[in-house]
């Protein structure tokens, strides 16, 4: 990727545009001098459909010199805005300058409609019938497209409705995942559980915290290997918040149900993301948000 980044690719646009540039002047003055031998009647003996002749005349004035401004605004526009390589510009402007830009003077036209919000807590927020339909448009732009536009989730992505919380499910939990992101990482673990036959063991021990069909025998033989994946989950398989390690006992399956699932699981483990919403929603916009994500599961109906 250096040979990319050097000064050299620099140098070779802006090299490559100003003798763009050079290369229209110059054919216009050849264009211009260049004199072509001409009939008496003034055609250059070039004939089409029968009784179509090419007349040698000048180029129009006017055109000749629309062309000349053109090339004059180009250099020009070359001055004033980064064109020539890394060549910054006179007037210092940047893509990345004029999109921050943008982002304040919307902020700063959306900042009364979320004063009103910013005094009250998310569970006041979630009985706010204003509110809630701005997080209902927040989840819709940013969230939607991995939780869904039920919030119902999918296989490897959260369902939003039910109160099972990977990273905890109160309001500042929640709005810590918002901001911040996160990250769940499960390590391949079949090398720590034993051979292919323990880790199926394992698989049905795990299936058996849930109540969820299982062989009773295999399960008996991987309660013992279960103690690799104790670290994070815990003995008694209930998870741990903090490290965003799911409840094995209470029947909800992010990446899929049955023994090849969990069998998976363990023998090539998981790394999801979450990426952090900091960068592209304020903190005013990020607490409706949160208000918004707490109460679905909090709605009449919602799965505990």
């Known amino acids: 990727m250096s040979d990319f980044t050097s000064e050299f690719w620099s140098w070779y646009v802006a090299g490559l545009t100003v003798v763009s540039i050079l290369a229209c002047l110059i054919l216009l003055w050849v264009s211009g001098t260049t004199k072509v031998k001409a009939s008496a009647d003034n055609t250059t003996g070039h004939v089409w459909d029968g009784d179509l002749q090419e007349m040698n005349n000048p180029l129009p004035k ?4 629309l062309f000349i401004i053109t090339v004059l605004f180009s250099l020009a526009y070359g001055l004033l805005y980064p064109t020539f390589g890394k060549y910054p510009g006179l007037l210092g402007w940047t893509s990345g300058g004029q999109h921050k830009a943008e982002v304040a003077k919307v902020e700063k036209a959306i900042a009364p409609i979320y004063e009103q919000f910013a005094s009250k807590t998310p569970p006041q927020l979630a009985d706010d019938a204003p509110a809630m339909a701005i997080g209902e448009r927040l989840f819709m732009n940013n969230c939607a497209q991995c939780h869904g536009s039920d919030a ?8 939003l409705t039910d109160r099972d919380w990977l990273w905890g499910g109160d309001p500042d939990a929640i709005k810590t995942t918002i901001t911040n992101g996160r990250t769940g990482v499960m390590p391949p673990m079949a090398a720590a559980v034993g051979t292919p036959d323990d880790v199926r063991n394992v698989a049905h ?4 915290l849930s109540g969820s069909p299982h062989d009773s025998v295999r399960a008996a033989l991987g309660r013992s290997k279960f103690g690799a994946c ?7 398989g209930k998870g741990n918040t ?13 990446h899929g149900w049955g023994e090849e699932a969990v069998v998976r699981a363990v023998t090539k483990g998981f790394n999801n ?13 990020i607490h409706v948000l949160t208000a918004y994500v707490w109460g679905l599961s909090k709605k009449p109906g919602s799965a505990n």
């Open 152 to 159: 119902r989730g999918a296989k490897g992505f959260p369902n």
């Open 273 to 285: 993301q979450m990426p952090a919403q900091a960068g592209k929603l304020n903190a005013d916009q």
């Open 230 to 236: 104790a670290a994070c989950h815990g003995m008694d």
């Open 62 to 65: 006017w055109w000749v010199y």
């Open 242 to 254: 903090a490290m965003g390690a799911p409840n094995l006992s209470d029947n909800t399956w992010l």
């Open 205 to 208: 021990y795990v299936l058996s």
